[in-house]
């Protein structure tokens, strides 16, 4: 019996050890406290309700009536009673209670953020942490707050771009996201390093000159400025910029012959970098990348957006000026198309693709004649003018129902390039237009001999003149002409079908008369012909 009852206390203790516990003993009608510290639950590992004698010995283990009785509190008043540990095993003889615990966190690991709402406001979320306490009774849980645009939230007010790691650089171009009519750019992105901007002069990280910043470089320990790529720095930041796991605000700016760099949403807050260069570049476009071991998530201001140009004729079936957004246009009841686009798409710098829709009532005709100059003064440009009107008239609705156009170009003499019943096909029309060529190249020019041509020589039955017809003049001018050409512009407005539009220098637009009536059947031209003086 001896033997048995020193088993008893050997298995006891041997637990204890086994499990590397400290083991706490009381005698029966004996109470002792333990505790453990705030947001920490006291567990029992193993407890023991035993005797051990010369004549008798038993055990319980009461492990989880001990837990049931402490209810994994912070702290524990254990009693060694039969009342409290469920019955007597040694009814007669002293008996001990023996246990050990350790205490664990109320709190498990973080659990998910949050939704973030749908425009991805400057709105914090949380994220709590997880009770595992096993009676749920952990009281409130701790949380942690975060923007939604630390997360990443991004929402049609910004553009959402990602770059692999490999060391390419991505143009913002296809995303309508360019330099030019821009300063400075404030963005948000995350990375574990590398984070590359190229400011190029071309669309293209091979060709042009380039400003380059980069935060986060050498494992995100220093930033850098630099005039080209690959070159060595103007400026550097050393230290960490880029959390990683979160997204960074930052900001660069080009500006007078200054580049600067810095961190936050508001640019000149924070500058970590400058750098002044004598022989400012120009900047055109953006590029990003990311390496060296890293991917990257970027948010860019989608700021870009095209304005309609519609008269009163025109409604706007399908609205969408984003970029490359397509909207859709159509000529209100009673009016017809007889010139521009009925589909036009925004694209960088908020220039809509094609020309305005224009309508006119149903039963209107037009007649155009451009009178071109073509002389010494516009043969560096000639090419390129003819095919921006080849490009305007392709886009006219031509057809003996609705338009027919005609060219006259001139210098010191005229010659009639394009009768009105010469093409019947906007197409055919438009590639005419463009092949046709400069033949003197005077250094003298007489404005009033091509507006006389124009309106006795032109407007013939021969040549496709139809006298229900409105007809339109539009003079394109570059160079000052002793022979103005004044009565014969008076003249053509005599007519009330008759309007007449001047592209050019200041000085025509006096002269041949710059304000207009409108009139029945108006075709407004809203997109002028560029000439470089």
Not at 20 to 40: H, L, P, V
Not at 207 to 214: P, Q
Not at 340 to 356: E, K, M
Not at 371 to 380: K, L, N, Q
């Amino acid at each position: 019996m001896t033997a048995v009852i020193h088993l008893v206390s050997l298995i006891i203790g041997l637990i204890c050890f086994v499990q590397q516990f400290d083991c706490t003993t009381i005698s029966e009608g004996s109470t002792s406290y333990s505790a453990c510290s705030s947001q920490n639950y006291l567990q029992i590992t193993y407890a023991s309700w035993y005797c051990s004698s010369t004549f008798y010995s038993n055990s319980w283990t009461v492990t989880s009536t001990v837990n049931s009785n402490c209810n994994y509190n912070t702290a524990c008043t254990l009693q060694a009673t039969s009342s409290w540990l469920g019955g007597d095993p040694c009814p007669g003889y002293i008996k001990y209670l023996e246990w050990s615990y350790s205490c664990h966190s109320f709190w498990g690991s973080w659990g998910s953020w949050d939704p973030c709402p749908g425009d991805c406001t400057t709105h914090n979320i949380a994220r709590r942490r997880i009770c595992v306490k096993p009676n749920g009774e952990c009281g409130s849980a701790p949380a942690d707050y975060k923007s939604c645009k630390e997360l990443g939230c991004y929402s049609s007010s910004e553009i959402s771009r990602n770059t692999p790691n490999d060391n390419i650089y991505y143009s913002l171009t296809p995303d309508c996201f360019v330099a030019t009519g821009r300063t400075s750019v404030a963005f948000r992105a995350r990375a574990n390093n590398n984070l590359h901007i190229a400011l190029g002069s071309e669309d293209s990280s091979s060709s042009g000159t380039h400003y380059v910043i980069v935060f986060g470089h050498s494992s995100n320990t220093v930033s850098l400025l630099r005039f080209a790529r690959g070159s060595s720095s103007c400026d550097s930041y050393t230290g960490s910029v880029l959390r990683q796991t979160y997204f960074d605000e930052f900001w660069f700016s080009w500006s007078g012959s200054y580049l600067r760099a810095g961190r936050g949403s508001a640019v000149g807050s924070d500058q970590i970098m400058s750098c002044y260069h004598a022989t400012p570049y120009t900047v055109n476009f953006i590029m990003i990348a990311t390496g060296s071991g890293s991917s990257g998530e970027w948010r860019f201001p989608n700021d870009v957006a095209c304005k309609h140009v519609t008269n009163s004729y025109v409604s706007i079936t399908i609205d969408d000026t984003s970029c490359n957004g397509i909207s859709s246009y159509a000529c209100n009841s009673g009016y017809k198309q007889v010139a521009g686009n009925t589909q036009r798409t925004c694209g960088f710098g908020g220039i809509l693709s094609g020309y305005p829709l224009v309508c006119s009532v149903s039963t209107c005709k037009i007649d155009i004649v451009f009178i071109v100059e073509a002389s010494a003064h516009t043969s560096s440009i000639h090419s390129a003018l003819m095919a921006a009107i080849g490009d305007l008239a392709g886009s006219l609705q031509i057809s003996t129902s609705n338009i027919l156009a005609g060219v006259i170009t001139y210098d010191d003499t005229v010659d009639l390039n394009i009768d009105l019943n010469d093409y019947y096909s906007a197409s055919t029309l438009d590639s005419s237009i463009t092949s046709i060529p400069i033949s003197n190249a005077a250094s003298t020019v007489n404005l009033a001999e091509a507006l006389r041509v124009g309106f006795y020589d032109f407007f013939t039955l021969s040549k496709g003149n139809r006298f229900t017809a409105f007809r339109y003049f539009v003079v394109i001018a570059k160079t000052y002409s002793s022979q103005t050409g004044a009565t014969v512009a008076d003249q053509i407005r005599m007519n009330l079908r008759n309007q007449l539009f001047t592209v050019g220098k200041y000085e025509i637009h006096f002269i041949l008369g710059k304000k207009m009536q409108k009139k029945p059947c108006q075709l407004l031209f809203y997109e002028k012909i560029e000439i470089p003086y």
